[in-house]
């Protein structure tokens, strides 16, 4: 909203044709009484539109009071910080006055006459006190023809021209939405400044006033479109899941059997078993296939259980062979330091299923880089120890060798 | 039945044994046989005596409440729920932490758990569980390690992890060569199969399901699904009748409302028919029957009271999200809005639904939609209103700006209403969900291996990767649930798509720095369609406009720029991945694809001209404005002619001015009165290659027009 209907009220009395047989000091005073400093910007824009749109204030001394409030509201602040400065040089502007009364554009400032352009020329020198003694109306019937006629305003366009660049393009393209356009059947049967007051009003009053709108160049913007994708929307299909919850037939069965082996793994973990307990593990192994995966041998406790049981660890390997996790073992028994336990273990283990070439190959290089250090580190070691272990790892490597002829 | 249910073998039931006297082995059998003959008071009898001779063993205390929940008819999932997470805190501290083969022991809690947490929808928990579970296989008696199999299946189908699914199933088509039981997998093969699109594979696997098991319900259904996607519409239809939905059991006892199902399809079909109000007549009625099931079935979400199958018979999510689509492109945006903000609530991981919720906003904020659905533009007036009469009159003019630019006010932007603000949230979110660019140029052995992937998941080794997480071929699908997931070139399309809507929401609310990024990232695409690269400019120039780099912006509507405005990415070029090969559809009943405006390359080019005559007339270049105005203006039916194309003209002749002329062109709301080139039906085809160096044709004009112009 521009201005309050009381405001625009206010401010049409103090612009009225009745009201222009006071001075200007007293029309400043009064408007003043009026309107505070905040509400300057928004007074000043609907008496530009007022000098933009004759047919709402036709009269010369009406235009003084406008122009004279205009400058007037300003006037402690330099004539170029005046937001409607550029109004004042547009009208004072001569090349403006000579062509532009032809062909007016539409929007801009009609021009004005002599006396309302000497009044103006005054107020952008230093006018004197005396001047605001007059009346609007006896302003407007000066004789200013002995004046002189032009007022140098080529530095308030200078400085009206820098801030102007400092505005947007598009901001310096606008024109007022308001066209003016006269029915030509009707007759202009005089001024009537009720009906003109109303019209006013509904221009700067009320939520959105055509006032504050302006007109430029503008873009069509349409909206994209609505994505376009196959198969977007939930099919639903029956499939009759049948997930239920289960009774657990364990339930005291985990029977000491259980324990007894756990406790024999724990301890083959650790030292040789003795012959009997490794005849009751292998037994119970044997009995129940699936026993085995329930001794609590992870492949992190392999190593441990080759070193101290080849012969448990091949049993369960090889009970092993069908889990995922068997590859899991492979790789530790791979990985894990030489020993003549786990050549052992390896070289069984070729004799009884098909292990995988890549674990073979991988355990030989393992083997070969094993006895080259072997030799740098320990020369002194008693030959014997040596010879043993040097030819058993031989011996393994060709009994693989016959066995699995494509390795080269 | 429960026989098949029971897991652990027995075997280890040996005599002389120290822990387990005979008396309570005895009891343990004879529990047991009680429960599965259905006597669960007497079973319950049993487990208690047994209870207080053997203190230790946990399992009957499990037991004991597995009998209770089997008393209640299994609509205690709750008390359930609550027991077992008492007893697992007891033996074990999390799931996690089963790593040894002693967890084996332990294997049937967890098991009954995961089946809980399946049917409370907590899919993630019981996926974490099943895949420890499946890590240890082969211990498991095999119709155990296949329920526990076949879990794991259906639950990454529900979450659309359909890759993981098969190579699972044939995981288990291992495990049961001795077995006989093969029911059932083909049918979770072909939902596999769909939920990857690959319709090749779906076609072997749904021949040998329809030998087995042809007309039950769930094959009809699914043959019909995969008619649906090769575009065998009437043929969908057909098979979908031909199920008896009426002989269904009910959610009750199955846990799934097939006639909800039946009509929701149905909706599916008319909408890819294009059969926009057949659609949500029949989405309607699905939600009509899921609330009737949901009333029989009371309040699920305490999880006591009906059967926990039925748990998983409420479907209104998906529902929602189907009935919201239709709605919006029926063009009842806000209506849709408001099915998808409830539906987002379950599905706010993808993406898509999110670009939805924006393409709401944006339909609800656009005024009047049904001109542009027909491929026209908008009708909004130029004149706002007209003030005084007689010798006063007075024209406002609209500005188009304000209208487009939309600003709710005093609400804040996180309360969902469709408003441009709610848009901008929304896509941001969608833009997040998405994953980053990847490097276009595919390494090589990734290609071999998504090329080879549909039939060779068992080459792989034997090992469990299948849950080792992320398989590197997961991440060619991204999730959109509660539809199959995006592939590689959806998700680049819908990239596309959500980087358009940025650029115009932000356009809307002013932020034409965003805008301008979004727009140049949208033209940065890769495969950008001739529509949407077309509006990238577009949006671009305006972005730039308004930061006042008007040459920047000129540069962006060179007409040149337009070449197609199709909407799709060509198909020589799209999904490369897609198997469809030789199973185009045999029904000629193909699928629609929506005009959008503008819908013809040249009326794009005109609408690039006008743009293009508003930024020369804002560098004050207005006489090449008038050449690009009435060359627009030459190409496009007069009635086409948008509003700001009018106002251009309004606006140069006024600023020539020549104020009755603009009177004139406001009051006809036509540009050029007397030019009218016959509007041909050549106009939809494609247009003369548009040469810039071309002088505008000369246009015949009235006296009056040219007797105004300047010199």
């Known amino acids: 909203m521009t201005l309050a209907p009381k405001e625009l009220s206010n401010l049409l009395g103090i612009i009225s044709e009745d009201a222009c047989g006071n001075t200007f000091e007293s029309l400043s005073n009064a408007f003043h009484h009026c309107f505070g400093k905040a509400e300057h910007f928004r007074v000043g824009s609907v008496l530009v539109m007022l000098l933009q749109q004759p047919d709402l204030l036709p009269s010369s001394p009406q235009r003084l009071t406008a122009l004279y409030l205009l400058w007037e509201m300003y006037r402690t602040e330099p004539l170029a910080a005046n937001p409607f400065a550029a109004v004042f040089a547009h009208l004072l502007n001569p090349s403006a006055s000579g062509e532009e009364q032809e062909k007016p554009l539409s929007g801009f400032l009609p021009p004005i006459t002599h006396p309302e352009k000497f009044f103006l020329s005054q107020l952008m020198l230093a006018p004197p006190r005396e001047l605001f003694k007059k009346t609007p109306r006896q302003v407007s019937c000066m004789d200013v023809s002995s004046a002189p006629q032009a007022v140098d305003i080529s530095g308030l366009q200078l400085a009206l021209a820098e801030r102007q660049s400092e505005l947007p393009t598009q901001s310096k393209a606008s024109f007022p939405s308001l066209l003016s356009d006269p029915d030509p059947d009707s007759s202009n049967s005089g001024f009537d400044s009720s009906v003109a007051n109303q019209i006013i009003e509904s221009l700067v009053t009320g939520p959105r006033p055509p006032l504050e709108s302006h007109f430029r160049p503008e873009f069509i913007r349409p909206a994209p479109p609505l994505l376009v994708c196959e198969d977007e929307l939930a099919w639903l299909n029956p499939c009759e899941p049948e997930h239920r919850v289960q009774w657990d037939r364990s339930m005291c069965v985990h029977n000491g059997t259980g324990v007894e082996i756990k406790r024999i793994m724990a301890k083959a973990f650790k030292s040789p078993l003795s012959a009997p307990q490794q005849t009751q593990l292998l037994g119970e192994l044997e009995k129940d296939p699936k026993l085995v995966y329930h001794v609590g041998l992870t492949p992190a406790k392999l190593p441990d259980l080759v070193e101290n049981n080849p012969l448990v660890a091949i049993e369960i390997l090889l009970k092993l062979m069908s889990s995922s996790q068997i590859t899991e073992y492979f790789s530790v028994l791979v990985n894990m330091d ?9 070289n069984r283990l070729t004799t009884a299923v098909d292990l995988p070439p890549e674990f073979i190959h991988l355990y030989i290089s393992n083997c070969i880089s094993t006895c080259e250090q072997i030799k740098d580190k320990y020369m002194q070691v008693s030959v014997c120890n040596l010879s043993a272990d040097k030819k058993s790892g031989v011996w393994c490597w060709y009994r693989l060798y016959l066995r699995n002829p494509r390795i080269g | 039945n429960l026989a098949d249910v029971a897991a652990n073998d027995m075997k280890h039931d040996s005599a002389d044994s120290p822990g387990v006297s005979d008396q309570e082995k005895e009891m343990a059998t004879n529990a047991f046989e009680a429960f599965t003959a259905g006597n669960y008071d007497e079973s319950l009898k049993q487990l208690e005596s047994l209870q207080e001779l053997n203190k230790e063993d946990y399992k009957i205390a499990m037991n004991k409440a597995v009998a209770e929940f089997y008393k209640t008819g299994q609509a205690t999932t709750g008390t359930l729920k609550q027991i077992l997470m008492t ?33 409370m929808r907590q899919y993630s928990e019981a996926i974490s569980i099943g895949e420890k579970l499946y890590q240890f296989l082969e211990p498991f008696e095999e119709k155990f390690a296949q329920a526990v199999c076949f879990l794991l299946v259906d639950l990454y189908l529900l979450t659309f992890q ?42 072997r696997e749904i021949k040998s399901v329809m030998n087995t098991a042809g007309n039950s319900a769930p094959s009809l259904f699914l043959k019909s699904n995969f008619e649906y996607l090769r575009g065998n519409y009437r043929k969908a239809v057909k098979l979908l009748n031909s199920s008896n939905i009426a002989e269904h059991p009910g959610p009750l006892k199955t846990g799934e409302c097939v006639r909800c199902m039946f009509w929701n399809n149905l909706g599916c079909i008319h909408f890819a028919m294009g059969k926009h109000n057949l659609g949500i007549f029949y989405f309607k009625k699905a939600l009509q029957e899921n609330d009737h099931t949901c009333a029989q079935l009371g309040d699920a979400k305490k999880f006591t009271g009906i059967p926990m199958c039925a748990l998983l018979a409420n479907k209104r999510y998906e529902l929602l999200y189907n009935c919201g689509i239709q709605l919006l492109h029926i063009g009842r945006p806000l209506a849709a809005f408001e099915c998808l903000m409830e539906a987002v609530q379950v599905y706010h991981s993808n993406p898509r639904l999110w670009l939805r919720l924006a393409e709401c906003c944006i339909a609800a904020n656009k005024g009047s939609s049904e001109q542009e659905t027909k491929g026209l533009p908008s009708k909004k007036g130029i004149v706002q209103s007209i003030v005084g009469q007689g010798y006063h009159r007075k024209i406002v003019l609209a500005s188009q700006s304000t209208q487009n630019t939309t600003y709710s006010e005093g609400q804040s932007a996180a309360i969902p209403v469709a408003s441009m603000e709610f848009a901008a949230i929304c896509l941001r979110n969608a833009l997040l969900l998405l994953p980053e660019h990847q490097q276009h140029e595919s390494k090589p052995d990734n ?77 940065h695409q890769p495969k950008l369609s001739g529509s949407l690269k077309f509006l990238g400019h577009l949006y671009a120039a305006e972005a730039l406009i308004s930061l006042d780099r008007i040459s920047d912006a000129i540069a962006h509507l060179n007409p040149e720029n337009v070449t197609d405005v199709s909407l799709g990415v060509s198909p020589s070029e799209q999904d490369q991945g897609s198997d469809k090969g030789d199973l185009e559809p045999v029904e000629t009943s193909g699928k629609q694809t929506p005009l959008c405006y503008p819908s013809t390359v040249s009326s794009a080019r005109a609408m690039m001209l006008f743009n293009l005559g508003s930024a020369y007339c804002l560098r004050s270049e207005y006489e090449k404005a008038r050449k690009c105005l009435h060359q627009a203006a030459s190409m496009v039916n007069p009635k086409e002619i948008p509003p700001e194309a009018i106002l251009l003209g309004v606006y140069l002749e006024l600023q020539n001015g020549n104020t009755q002329l603009a009177l004139q062109i406001i009051k006809r709301n036509q540009l050029l009165p007397s030019v009218k080139p016959s509007s041909s039906p050549d106009l939809r085809k494609k247009p003369p290659p548009f040469q810039p160096g071309q002088p505008v044709q000369p246009i015949k004009m009235p006296s009056s027009f040219t007797q105004v112009q300047r010199k």
């Open chain 1, 338 to 346: 030489m020993s003549l336990h786990s050549m052992e273990v390896v």
């Open chain 2, 87 to 119: 007893i697992k805190n007891q033996v074990h501290s999390a799931v996690e932490d089963i790593d040894g083969l002693d967890d084996v022991e332990n294997s049937i809690l967890y098991y009954n758990q995961a089946i809980i947490h399946y049917h």
């Open chain 2, 162 to 203: 359909p890759e993981k699914a098969l190579h699972l199933l044939t995981m288990l088509e291992k495990l049961s060569v001795q077995g006989s039981s093969k029911n059932g997998k083909g049918d979770y093969k072909v939902r596999a199969y769909i939920q990857m699109k690959s319709l090749k594979a779906c076609k």
């Open chain 2, 447 to 523: 290609g071999s291996k998504s090329s080879s992937q549909s039939g060779s998941t068992e080459s792989g080794s034997e090992n469990s990767d299948a849950c080792s997480g992320k398989g590197q071929e997961g991440d060619k699908f991204i999730p959109a649930a509660p539809s199959s997931p995006l592939r590689k070139q959806e998700v680049e399309n819908l990239r596309c798509c959500i980087l358009a809507c940025s650029a115009y929401v932000a356009l809307a609310l002013g932020d034409n720095l965003m805008a301008l990024n979004h727009a140049d990232k949208l033209l």
